[in-house]
């Protein structure tokens, strides 16, 4: 999966996922009302009227980038009408043959890491039946509670040929009060603990190779570019999911350093920039109102996409 | 609701957690071919079985304990038939009056960890309706991303009087990978990073007090008792959570340190030791079969019980 993504950002020019993260706040007036219409003031009604604006998004764009990015919690939040939804846009992404990562940050130990990527990424055999629980392509994984939490990931990653974005230094104003500290490493040297995790990253990624790639990518936030700088050097063979563009700061020239000589390596992602694009005064200027939402996805797409390249000239 | 915790532990004398781990291999076979025979080689007929197991462990034990800990892990890998499992045996339990600790071992940043808040604690206006998604009374949280993760946690908390419980220092035998690492702290002092999670597990409690305890409490490990000792002083008003009891090697002696004084503010989780305590020679020597299954929780209960409390005496 990791040559899927890397040859689908080449062949798009378009290093780029859309976060779909449909917040209640971002769903247009019409389609929820729509939904509510069928279904009452229900968790019911608000799945469908997510799916209906994920639909809308991904038609409008998925002909541009290589890849998606659904927050679980966003679905999780509305009980089991919402992660029904969750899975309906993996499906849906899918039959556009679109990269899903699912920004689902899960860890634990053992079985219980096991079970996780069994349900994120992996398969269940149920008698004679081998079924699929959700079926994304990569998931974001919390490394806190160390190797035991990781390396169930890395054995379904094996099997199934799919991948995991590892939380190294993630992009929120407080990341560093415990990812920051310095620690010293397993070769006695001072750093970081978030370099050393990026380490880590970099040794468990480093027996399950895709062709360029390994299957074990890092989590870097685009609010730290000159963390980003270093974490590139010390882990060459790993993808890193850079989110915090856009919305929360992080700027097309900041993510240069988060990218390989090649232009490639990195996958940055946007979220509200996008799929609420149709809020942004800039585009309602353009003719977009609630009704045509999507219309203001792909241009603000197209406008990221244009913002990357410039940067990476 | 840590103060309804607190005095369950009180009244039944049991500061133990039964852990609702189900794993596919644990289920007895006549609960599997049952769901099997109605819904066919699915997601859905796992779910079923799994609900029934759960349901008869629930009806032999929960006269004798205060809550239990349903691990959504096991019910997420069987998709969404197995969340439906998990949400009916959350309400399931509240029907028996037990607290419910989810073990999601969630965490992201602001208005992510806002969603996972409301989804695991807290309720959600759709119009004029407000809603529940899982309704537990208690989540487990990681807090690798720092406290812009852990504060919406806090503030559903305040407003629902519920409880989350911070993965401090963990069972396995990896944690210290990362959780072992000497930091310097905010005071300039040389410890390990579990110590100052600690420190601000302490600090985020200290403004949302029960009557005796804080509302955010912290996981430590059965398996590092030393570790249990320290933590348990630097964070007076919270409660510890300890898993890593039985199956992971933790002892009744083992775990004296966790406790106060009065023997409170601890509370012990034992999962397979108890929902298949059906398996283990010592139960079926007592009659127990697969089809009694149930039987031989309840007597790994009262066995717990008692190890623990002699342990305190």
Redesign the interface.
């Known amino acids: 999966m990791i040559n899927k993504l890397n040859e689908k950002i080449k062949k798009t020019g378009a290093p780029i996922v859309v976060g779909l ?1 449909p ?2 706040s971002y769903l247009p007036t019409h389609l929820l009302d729509a939904a ?1 219409a069928e279904k009452g ?3 019911e ?2 799945a469908d009227a997510i799916f209906a604006y994920n639909k809308a998004i991904v038609d409008a764009t998925y002909d541009l980038i290589p890849a998606v990015k659904p ?1 679980i ?2 679905y ?5 009408p ?3 939804a969750f ?1 309906k846009t993996v499906d849906y992404c899918h039959e556009k043959d679109l990269v899903v990562i699912g920004d689902v ?9 096991a ?2 990527a ?3 990424l ?1 398969q ?1 055999a ?4 081998v ?4 079926d994304e392509d990569f998931a974001t994984v ?8 990781i390396e169930p990931f890395v054995k379904v990653c094996k099997e199934e040929k799919k991948g995991i974005f590892v ?1 190294v230094k ?10 920051d ?4 490493d397993d070769e006695g040297k001072q750093r970081p ?1 978030y370099e ?2 990026g380490q ?1 990253v970099d040794k468990w990624g480093s027996d399950c190779m895709g062709d360029d790639y390994s299957y074990v990518g890092a989590v870097v936030g685009a609010t730290y570019p000159e963390m980003g700088k270093v974490l590139r050097e010390l882990m060459p063979k790993s993808y890193i999911l850079v989110p915090g563009y856009g919305a929360q700061g992080g700027k097309g020239a900041d993510l240069v350093h988060f990218f390989d000589k090649d232009g490639l390596g990195a996958i940055v992602n946007s979220s509200r920039g996008i799929i609420a694009a149709y809020k942004q005064e800039q585009y309602q200027a353009k003719g977009i109102t609630e009704e045509n939402f999507a219309d203001a996805s792909r241009m603000a797409v197209e406008a990221m996409i244009a913002d990357i390249k410039s940067a990476l000239n």
Chains 1, 2 share one sequence.
């Open positions: 993260d917040m209640l509510v003031e229900s968790l009604a608000v927050q919690a966003m999780e939040q509305f009980g089991l919402g992660l029904a899975k940050k899960r860890g634990d130990i053992g079985s219980t890491s079970a996780y069994t349900a994120h992996g269940v149920v008698g004679s039946k079924l699929t629980p959700f919390n490394p806190y509670l160390g190797s035991d939490g939380l993630t992009s929120n104003p407080s990341s560093g009060e415990f990812q500290r310095v620690i010293t603990l050393f995790v880590m």
